[in-house]
C-alpha cells in the first residue's frame, strides 16, 4: 500500500525533538517507511535528526509518502502525533 | 587555585564590583565562585586516509563508541529518573533516539567503506553535513535543536578520544560555570552540590539545557559578556537568575543583601503545599524521619517550609565558604553554629565536623603538597588530626554551641575505631578546658560517625561501641566500594549508588547498627531520589537526610508506598546481579508513583 498526504503540523513548538521522537517510534513499530518533504527538501522519516533538520514549524504544511503493508494505519497515528496542539 | 582564592579576601575588599546585565535562562540567586572549564580545545578530530582490511575495524571503533555513549544516556537518564525530572528523562530519550538514527549510522558506516577515511574524520563531517541543514534556518528555535546535535556529536567524538574527559567534572564545591555555550548534557550531568549556577555568553530560553537548569532549580544566565571573566577564576560572583544580572566580586554588604534574597527566592511548589502539615507516613503505617541536609545559614531558614524534622547534616566548612567568616576563628563559628541551632528552635541538628580535604579546600589555604589522588588523601577526620590547633578550636566552639539545643556532631572519613576514640578524648580535653576558663558550655555532645569508608561499614558493631549513631553518606561509600573516582568522567557509567555491592554493604551495616541499638540514617544524595526512597525504607532505613528542595517530593512518594512491600523489593534488589537491574526492578514498582510526584 502506498499513501502520499499533506500533514499541517500542529504541535505548537512545531516539530520539534519530541513529536519528531513519536514519528520515529511509530514508524520503527510499523512495517512501513515514510518520506517528508517539506520546504523543497525530502528526508528520510525514519530519522529523528534529518525531522529535525527540517525545522517545521507550527503550521507548516508537510507532504509525507508513505509505503508498506501498514501504510493506512501508520499514517493516521503520525497525523495524530503531529495534531496534539499541547506538544 | 590556591593564591586566587587567596587574593578574594582582598579584592572583596578593594576592588570595584562589576555588574553585567544578561538574559534570565533560570530563576533563583547563587553565591559562588568563578570556575572557567577549560576552554574544550575543539575536540581535535584526526584525519587520516586507511586500507580496505581497515574498515572493519573503524566500522567497530563507530559503534563501540555509540555504544558508550548511549551507556552513558542511560544512566544519566536513570539519575534523572531518580530525580524525578520527567521532563529531562524526555530530552535524554531524544538524544538516544538520535543515537540510533538509521539515516546517521549508514551515512557513517557507508562512507567508512567508500572513501576509507577514519571514524573520527567521517563522523564529524556527517554531523556537519546535518549541521548545515539546520543552520540556514532562521528560527531561533530550531537553531537550539542544533545545540543538541552537537551535543551527541561531542559525545561520541569523546569516545573516540584514547582519553575522553568532561570539563564540568573537575568543578569544585560552590562553582559558578563561566563559559561560552552549555549543553543539555552539561546540565544534566551536574552536580548540584557543586555547580551552583550557570553564567554563559550565548544560550537561549527554549535550549535544553535551560530548560533542564530551570527543572534542577540552577539559576543560569545568557548573553553575558564573559571576556572579563577570564581574569577572574576563583573570585567570588553572584548569579541573579531572576533579574539577569551577575555581579562580579561584590561587596560585603551585596553578598549579605542576596543572601537574604537568594532565601526568599526559595519558594515551594504551591502543590507540595497540602503536603506540610502530613507526616512522612507510608500507606500501612510506618514512619520514616525525614531531615534535611544543608550549607548555609538562608537554607536552614527555609526548613520550615519544606516541612522537614530537623538537619540530618549541616555540611559545616560550607557556612563559610561564603569566604566573609574566618573559619580558623573560635568566634566566628561559635557564632555561626549558634545562629544555625537557634532557627531549629529545639528541633535535632547534626553539625558534621569539618569535612576540608579531597575537593575542599579552606578559602585562601595553599596546599602544601599536592596530593595525586585528594579524594583517597589527607580528608575529613584525618585532616583535622594533622591540624591538632584547628580542631580545638572547632570543637571548642560546637561544645559552646551545644547549650543553644539539640546539637548531634558528625565525624566525616572514619575509617577506623581509633579516629573515633581520639575524637572522644580530644572532646573530653576540650570540656574540661572550658570549664577551667568558666566558659559555658555542653560537657558532652552526642557523636555519631559518618559511614562512607567500607571498613568502617564492616566494622559497624565495633565502632557501635564508641559512637551513639550513624550516618551512611552514600556519595563516597559509592566511589570507595566500586573503586571509582566521583569525579571522573566515566561516572555516569560506573557510579551508581544502587549497584548490588553498594546495597548489600549498606544492608550489612543496617542490620549490625540496629542489633547493637544504635539509629542509623542515611544522608547521601541517593537518599533525596525520590525513586530511591523505598528502597532505603525496605533495607531498614528510618531516617533520610534531603536536599530541602526535594523534601516534599520524597515525603510523597513514602505516602504512597507500603514499607511491606518496600521490604519486598529491597530483598528482590538485593539479589540482584546488576545496577540496571535493580533500576528497572524500582523502575517497573514505582514509576507510576513518581510520575504524581514530580
Excluded at chain 1, 507532504?63 to 496534539?84: N, Q
Amino acid at each position: 500500500m502506498k499513501y502520499t498526504q499533506e500533514i499541517i503540523v500542529k504541535t505548537s513548538l512545531g516539530l520539534h525533538a519530541r513529536p519528531a521522537m513519536e514519528v520515529v517510534q511509530i514508524l520503527q513499530r510499523s512495517q512501513s517507511k515514510a518520506r517528508i518533504t517539506y520546504d523543497q527538501r525530502t528526508i528520510d522519516a525514519q530519522s529523528i535528526i534529518s525531522l529535525l533538520s527540517l525545522a517545521a514549524p507550527c503550521g507548516a504544511v508537510l507532504t509525507l509518502a508513505i509505503e508498506g503493508k501498514d501504510a493506512k494505519a501508520t499514517l493516521l497515528k503520525i497525523v495524530m502525533a503531529l495534531s496534539k496542539p499541547s506538544e | 587555585m590556591n593564591t586566587s582564592s587567596l587574593s578574594i579576601y582582598s579584592s572583596t575588599e578593594k576592588s570595584e564590583e562589576l555588574v553585567f546585565q544578561g538574559t534570565s535562562l533560570s530563576d533563583g540567586v547563587a553565591i559562588g565562585i568563578v570556575f572557567l572549564p577549560k576552554e574544550k580545545e575543539e575536540i581535535e578530530v584526526p584525519k587520516f586516509a586507511i586500507t580496505a582490511d581497515q574498515i572493519d575495524r573503524e566500522i567497530d571503533r563507530y559503534r563501540k563508541a555509540v555504544a558508550l555513549s548511549r551507556a552513558d544516556l542511560e544512566h544519566l537518564q536513570c539519575s534523572l529518573a531518580g530525580e524525578g525530572l520527567q521532563e529531562a528523562v524526555s530530552i535524554i530519550r531524544a538524544h538516544l533516539e538520535m543515537l540510533r538514527d538509521p539515516v546517521l549510522t549508514d551515512e557513517v558506516e557507508g562512507k567508512i567503506r567508500r572513501e576509507l577515511f577514519n571514524t573520527e574524520s567521517v563522523f564529524r563531517t556527517t554531523m556537519q553535513e546535518f549541521l548545515v541543514q539546520f543552520s540556514h534556518k532562521a528560527d531561533a528555535f530550531f537553531q537550539q535543536r542544533l545545540v543538541d546535535v552537537m551535543d551527541i556529536s561531542k559525545r561520541v567524538l569523546g569516545h573516540l578520544r584514547k582519553d575522553p574527559k568532561r570539563a564540568l567534572q573537575e568543578a569544585p564545591v560552590n562553582s559558578v560555570v563561566v563559559v561560552d555555550e552549555i549543553d543539555a548534557s552539561m546540565t544534566a550531568s551536574v552536580q548540584t552540590r557543586c555547580i551552583v549556577a550557570f553564567v554563559t555568553a550565548r544560550g537561549a530560553t527554549g535550549s535544553h539545557a535551560a530548560l533542564i537548569a530551570r527543572s534542577r532549580g540552577i539559576p543560569y544566565i545568557g548573553n553575558i559578556d564573559i571576556e572579563p571573566f577570564h581574569r577572574a577564576k576563583g573570585q567570588l560572583i553572584i548569579v541573579d537568575g531572576t533579574a539577569g544580572k551577575v555581579i562580579l566580586s561584590p561587596k560585603k554588604e551585596t553578598v549579605i543583601r542576596y543572601r537574604k534574597k537568594q532565601y526568599r527566592s526559595m519558594r515551594m511548589q504551591e502543590h507540595f503545599e497540602p503536603l506540610l502539615g502530613l507526616p512522612a507516613e507510608t500507606s500501612d503505617g510506618h514512619q520514616i524521619a525525614l531531615l534535611a541536609n544543608v550549607g548555609t545559614i538562608e537554607e536552614i531558614a527555609m526548613l520550615s517550609k519544606v516541612g522537614a524534622e530537623g538537619i540530618g547534616l549541616l555540611r559545616s566548612e560550607l557556612l563559610f565558604s561564603d569566604l566573609i567568616h574566618d573559619p580558623l576563628s573560635e568566634d566566628a563559628q561559635f557564632k555561626l553554629f549558634t545562629k544555625a541551632i537557634f532557627q531549629l528552635q529545639g528541633k535535632p541538628i547534626v553539625i558534621r565536623l569539618f569535612d576540608f580535604g579531597g575537593d575542599k579546600r579552606i578559602p585562601g589555604e595553599t596546599s602544601r603538597n599536592e596530593e595525586a589522588n585528594p579524594l583517597l588523601g589527607c580528608r575529613g577526620v584525618r585532616y583535622l588530626f594533622r591540624r591538632p590547633k584547628m580542631l580545638r578550636t572547632h570543637l571548642r566552639a560546637l561544645l559552646r554551641a551545644g547549650v543553644s539545643g539539640d546539637l548531634r556532631l558528625l565525624v566525616p572519613m572514619v575509617s577506623d575505631l581509633a579516629e573515633m576514640r581520639q575524637i572522644r578524648e580530644i572532646m573530653e580535653e576540650v570540656s574540661e578546658e572550658l570549664s577551667k576558663e568558666g566558659i559555658p558550655h555542653r560537657i558532652k555532645l552526642p557523636i555519631g560517625c559518618m559511614l562512607e569508608v567500607p571498613s568502617a561499614l564492616l566494622l559497624t558493631d565495633a565502632l557501635a561501641s564508641v559512637c551513639d549513631f550513624f550516618s551512611l553518606g552514600t556519595n563516597d561509600l559509592t566511589q570507595y566500594v566500586l573503586g571509582i573516582d566521583r569525579m571522573n568522567s566515566n561516572r555516569e557509567v560506573f557510579y551508581q549508588p544502587i549497584h548490588p555491592g553498594v546495597l548489600r554493604l549498606i544492608r550489612f551495616a543496617i542490620l549490625e547498627a540496629k542489633r547493637h541499638g544504635r539509629s542509623i540514617s542515611v544522608c547521601g544524595e541517593i537518599a533525596s531520589q525520590p525513586l530511591f526512597a523505598p528502597l532505603l525504607m525496605g533495607l531498614g532505613v528510618n531516617e533520610l537526610s534531603i536536599i530541602p528542595r526535594h523534601l516534599p517530593m520524597v515525603k510523597k512518594m513514602i505516602r504512597g508506598s507500603a514499607v511491606t512491600e518496600a521490604v519486598c523489593v529491597a530483598r528482590e534488589a538485593l539479589a540482584c546481579k546488576e545496577a540496571s537491574q535493580v533500576y528497572q526492578l524500582l523502575m517497573s514498582t514505582y514509576s507510576g508513583s513518581l510520575e504524581n510526584s514530580s
